[in-house]
């Protein structure tokens, strides 16, 4: 598609008008990043919307072009322009892929958080959807409340039973995705909050504070309880820091930068960094976003204070390795197989940790898994405002699984485990889907009581 017909699906734009804040844009990205790309197309292969689509502007070559012509005013920012950076999941395979070092992230990041900035009428999310990600699951406590009809209903077997009777289409839509996205085993209590202090098991090796997120805790408050007991296994310290807020994420990538930038200066605030060794975070999607502190608020007055604390941040797979980890003692006879999260593998570079971790336990074997690297369709908030695409993306993750013959998924962030766990049983496979440091905290098992 050529510039010129770009421009011409959206009428109410002329090639003056930029559909975006071009100023905003310059302060946020410097011109040289869309330079780096020599257009090459080594990118494409890796990029799960174009292999869907087979469309260049779907391609991570097609979206550097898109945005580069948009902000050197040769296109605006068009229904079709924000059709195919919607369609972006932001997975940064490309970033894997591309042999001139391109930072697609810090391109296609603030150019949405742009577009969502300057979106009016169907280019907007729908209301309730803008609330919810508003509203709703940045706030742990808020998300725990919301959550317990549905673990309520969940334990009563009435939501299968609107499920299989269709009764659940009286929802809203974005309400029946959500619904559809919840774990299939929430226990009626979730277990209580972890407490501020946990003491290492042996000899004290180092002292963490621990991220809780906001999604894992409201939904899967096992893994952070899994990730405590398996840190004092390794003989750490663990610090559950309270005052803690959403690293951001769901704020900043639904266009409300100054939303996000307040939950990053109430962490900042938070969390003392030359207190702890490591501030351990279990969610891949929270982490990359926790690293990126010192670069998103690199103008802002707490920018030395943001660097400190992203240089403490890390993967409890990365940190666990770096420290030594203390090989569990009981076995887990079990064929597993293991899917990379994209903002693990693709957003901190963390491939190998995760496996070497689950190597260490007797009996799990660990089945390779085709296109392990490709994005589940996940990517955040994508499967509410993507709907179709992330669907075909987690049939697709699904179908791979299913040829590893493996009985258990370990992934390393919530929203893939969530979106894999969906797909897996919506073709009747009932295979679990957890964390890796679930696996290692039954390897470990109980916390001996002091
Ligand atoms: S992003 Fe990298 S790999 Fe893709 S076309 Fe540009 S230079 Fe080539
Ligand atoms: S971030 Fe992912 S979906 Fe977006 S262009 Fe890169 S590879 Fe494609």
Redesign the pocket.
């Known amino acids: 598609m050529t510039v010129a017909e770009l421009n011409k699906t959206n009428p109410q734009s002329s090639q003056n008008d930029a559909g975006v804040d071009l100023n905003w844009l310059a302060q946020r990205v410097e011109y040289g990043l869309y330079q780096d790309c020599v257009h090459c197309g080594l990118c494409t292969a890796?990029?799960?919307?174009?292999v869907m689509t087979g469309d260049e502007n779907d391609?991570?070559r097609g979206?550097i072009y898109l945005m580069r012509a948009v902000v050197d005013g040769r296109a605006n920012a068009s229904e079709k322009v924000r059709e195919h950076l919607g369609l972006?999941?932001?997975?940064?395979?490309?970033e894997s892929a591309c042999p001139s070092g391109v930072q697609?992230g810090k391109l296609?990041e603030p150019f949405k958080v742009a577009l969502e900035l300057s979106a009016k009428g169907d280019d907007r999310p729908p209301l309730l959807l803008r609330l919810l990600l508003k509203h709703l699951f940045p706030y742990a406590n808020r998300m725990k409340l919301a959550l317990m009809p549905a673990r309520v209903a969940q334990s009563l077997g009435i939501l299968k039973f609107m499920d299989s009777t269709g009764l659940i289409r009286i929802l809203p839509k974005t309400l029946q995705r959500m619904q559809a996205m919840l774990p299939p085993k929430m226990a009626l209590f979730p277990p209580q909050a972890l407490p501020e202090h946990l003491s290492a098991v042996g000899p004290k090796r180092a002292k963490v504070a621990l991220f809780t997120g906001c999604v894992t805790d409201a939904m899967t408050p096992e893994t952070n309880h899994a990730t405590a007991r398996v840190l004092q296994h390794n003989g750490c310290d663990v610090e559950v820091v309270r005052g803690q807020v959403c690293c951001g994420a769901v704020s900043y990538h639904s266009g409300d930068e100054d939303g996000a930038k307040a939950f990053m200066r109430q962490n900042l605030k938070t969390f003392d960094p030359s207190k702890y060794d490591a501030i351990i975070m279990n969610a891949a999607g929270c982490g990359a976003m926790l690293k990126d502190y010192a670069h998103l608020m690199h103008h802002d007055p707490e920018s030395v204070q943001a660097q400190a604390f992203t240089a403490k941040v890390k993967d409890i797979s990365e940190f666990l390795v770096a420290l030594g980890p203390i090989k569990p003692k009981n076995p887990i006879e079990m064929q597993a197989t293991y899917h990379d999260a994209c903002h693990l593998c693709h957003g901190q570079q963390i491939r190998n940790q995760p496996r070497q971790l689950l190597g260490m336990i007797d009996g799990l074997q660990l089945k390779p898994l085709e296109e392990t690297e490709i994005?589940c369709g996940a990517a955040g908030t994508y499967n509410l405002t993507q709907p179709e695409m992330s669907h075909k993306l987690g049939q697709r993750k699904a179908e791979y699984i299913e040829a590893t013959g493996a009985t258990m998924v370990a992934t390393g962030n919530i929203g893939c485990q969530l979106q894999i766990q969906k797909h897996l049983h919506d073709r009747g496979n009932q295979v679990d889907v957890v964390h890796p440091v679930q696996l290692l905290d039954q390897a470990y098992g109980p916390v001996p009581k002091s």
């Open positions: 890796s990029c799960p919307t174009y391609s991570p979206r972006c999941l932001d997975c940064r395979a490309c697609y296609i994005c």
